[in-house]
């Protein structure tokens, strides 16, 4: 038992560490446009190639992960992503920064084939659990505007990637040691749980209709969470700019409305284990429409509560589709389906950083927002083709 939670820890700290990397660029950017004399509009596009690679390399993270070990690849995410952000800090152009944030994008793609499959394998009642372990996720999202904007204010960009991937090798080589304690005791090589319950009991049809609307949704989730997750900073820049005078205050408003939003997991959660995922994600998706719609309207101090309103039903739908591939995939897929899952929703977050640019150059934000709001409506017309109930059937799987 000791040995379980202490991997579930430190896949959390993975998770952390996973979404932190990726939005470092985000707040270091604005200090990068004054560096290298580029708008933010021309700087922000040299972060796609690293979040195409974080959504293609989901794909052979997974098939690794199934047919040689899970654990195996959490060591290489550990030591991979912390290696390639110290070097991310050596850039001097553009053009060497994209290049060394698609290295960082490669070693994040591991994450949620592996760690997700990891997390679910074995156990009931997947909401709770995945909701801490997005609880960690959301908080390294949240750190990575904090973190980045204090440390450059203190010591300079160079620092925000030197210091987490200093502490994401040190992480690496922990549960290096940890795998290795654990295989010397046991003497076992392999770190593949046969699953104690059965996936969900579907019609062919219906398990093909259900995953559709799992990638498409999956789509458009990827598109609403990297809009907001990356934008916020420069949106408060914008609007609460009589109160936000530098990196570190906008960090730190963004990490307050990280940090509150990030919690709408444990209830989403708490929520999926009790009622069908259909109900949970119409009601999460109609209260997304609502919010980004009505930012449209603010500026100022009245945009920041709704900030955090439409952030907490953003995050909240991050376990959802997360916990339907749980019960209607079998174990020995699993890392397969979150792989694909994470490749659809990770390849239109690489997009949308461009799309974000050419809206926020031509339009500004309240484009953005409503673009948003729409999405967030054809989510809710989607999930009203879920089946109405997708709970397993308790029932032990073959060794």
């Known amino acids: 038992m000791q040995r379980s939670r202490l991997r579930f820890l430190f896949l959390n700290i993975g998770h952390f560490l996973d979404h932190l990397f990726v939005l470092i660029f985000a707040t270091a950017a604005l200090h990068m446009t004054t560096e290298w004399g580029l708008s933010y509009a021309e700087l ?27 654990e195996g690849m959490m060591i290489v995410f550990f030591l991979g992503i912390g290696t390639s952000s110290v070097l991310t800090s050596t850039a001097e152009t553009p053009l060497e920064m994209a290049l060394y944030v698609t290295l960082i994008g490669m070693f994040a793609a591991i994450y949620h084939p592996v760690g997700l499959a990891m997390i679910v394998d074995g156990i009931e009642k997947t909401g709770v659990p995945i ?45 290096l040691l940890f795998v290795h304690a654990h295989r010397a005791e046991t003497g076992s090589v392999t770190d593949q749980t046969v699953g104690v319950k059965q996936a969900a009991t579907l019609s062919r049809h219906m398990l093909i209709r259900t995953f559709g609307i799992i990638l498409l949704t999956s789509a458009i989730g990827g598109l609403i969470f990297q809009s907001t997750t990356f934008s916020l900073p420069k949106v408060f820049e914008e609007r609460l700019s009589e109160i936000a005078g530098n990196t570190t205050s906008i960090g730190s408003y963004a990490f307050v409305v990280f940090t509150i939003a990030s919690f709408a997991q444990l209830v989403v959660g708490h929520l999926l284990d009790r009622h069908s995922v259909r109900n949970v994600f119409a009601t999460v998706a109609l209260f997304q429409a609502v919010f980004f719609f009505a930012m449209t309207q603010l500026d100022g101090m009245a945009s920041f509560p709704v900030a955090i309103a439409f952030m907490l039903v953003v995050f909240g739908q991050i376990p959802i589709n997360d916990v339907l591939i749980g019960r209607i995939v079998h174990s020995h897929w ?56 997708e709970k397993p059937v308790p029932a032990p799987l073959a060794a």
């Open 44 to 70: 922000i596009p040299y972060a796609t190639p690293g979040f195409i690679a974080f959504g293609i390399g989901a794909i052979p993270a997974g098939w690794l992960a199934d047919k040689w070990s899970r």
């Open 131 to 175: 909701a801490i372990n997005g609880v960690f996720g959301n908080m390294g999202v949240a750190g990575a505007a904090l973190l980045t904007g204090f440390l450059m204010d203190v010591s300079g960009w160079r620092s925000a990637f030197i210091v987490p991937g200093a502490g994401s090798i040190a992480v690496g080589i922990l549960y």
């Open 334 to 389: 699993r890392s397969r389906a979150y792989a694909l899952r994470s490749v659809v929703s990770f390849s239109v977050m690489a997009s949308t950083l461009p799309l974000v640019a050419w809206m926020h150059g031509a339009w500004g934000f309240n484009m953005l927002f409503g673009v948003l709001s729409l999405s967030a409506t054809l989510i809710f017309l989607s999930v009203l083709f879920l089946p109405a109930s």
